[in-house]
């Protein structure tokens, strides 16, 4: 069975600062993994994926996430928080075969001025 | 053009109501989903459909009844509404057969049960 663990509920970071949200996924096969981004009040929007290939992928709005097979972890970063970066984050994975998206249990980033 | 579109946004209804929500997609994907995020925004698959047909059927009370008239609507029924389904619900659709294709999702509708 898949799952990803989202290691801390809510994480806070100054303006300016570096934003890394944690990602470990559980598969006894290849993952697909994503990470998608919810405003409030809003859907869930795609920001980056891993499928196969190049394992550091890059995202929308300045994110990226690296692919760490050794370490099953495919966490999210940003360099330099920004207020807009506000929101629920959800990694998520899905494995060959199946048409299951399985999300975590969502970190909220709080950017403070 | 919105490309997974959701009514009502919000819901308002009492116990005990039967209530419908309507989605639709205009990507052109074949597979089409409902998500449950709880009050600690939790999401939860609850249904697939691929072409019409049930694909995945979470363990859900069988007062939920989807429905798929074609590949491009989902529609939710629940049936005798408890308090404990109040929620968002999330309609989302993606390529069915490509693990590698994001769920696209709607806005969700806010289900309010009093």
């Known amino acids: 069975a898949q799952s990803v663990t989202q290691l801390g509920s809510h994480v806070s970071v100054s303006e300016g600062a570096l934003v890394l949200l944690r990602c470990n996924y559980s598969s006894s096969v290849p993952p697909y993994l994503f990470w998608y981004v919810q405003y409030p009040n809003q859907g869930l929007q795609l920001l980056l994926k891993?499928?196969?290939?190049?394992?550091l992928v890059k995202g929308i709005n300045g994110f990226e996430a690296e692919f760490k097979k050794s370490e099953t972890s495919f966490h999210l970063t940003k360099p330099s928080a920004h207020m807009s970066d506000a929101a629920e984050y959800f990694c998520a994975v899905r494995t060959g075969g199946g048409n299951k998206l399985t999300f975590g249990t969502g970190t909220q980033l709080k950017v403070e001025l | 053009d919105t490309a997974v579109s959701q009514t009502p946004k919000y819901l308002v209804t009492q116990m005990g109501n039967d209530k419908s929500i309507k989605c639709e997609q205009n990507?052109?994907?074949?597979?089409m989903y409902w998500y449950k995020q709880d009050s600690k925004k939790f999401l939860k698959i609850m249904f697939s459909y691929n072409n019409k047909e049930l694909i995945i059927n979470e363990t859900v009370p069988n007062r939920f009844s989807p429905k798929s008239p074609d590949k491009a609507h989902l529609n939710l029924h629940i049936n005798s509404l408890e308090l404990g389904d109040s929620a968002v619900y999330f309609c989302?659709?993606?390529?069915?057969?490509?693990?590698?294709?994001?769920?696209?999702f709607g806005n969700g509708t806010r289900l309010t049960v009093t």
């Open positions: 990507l052109g994907h074949d597979t």
């Open positions: 989302a659709s993606t390529v069915g057969g490509q693990d590698n294709s994001p769920l696209h």
């Open positions: 891993y499928t196969t290939g190049a394992t």
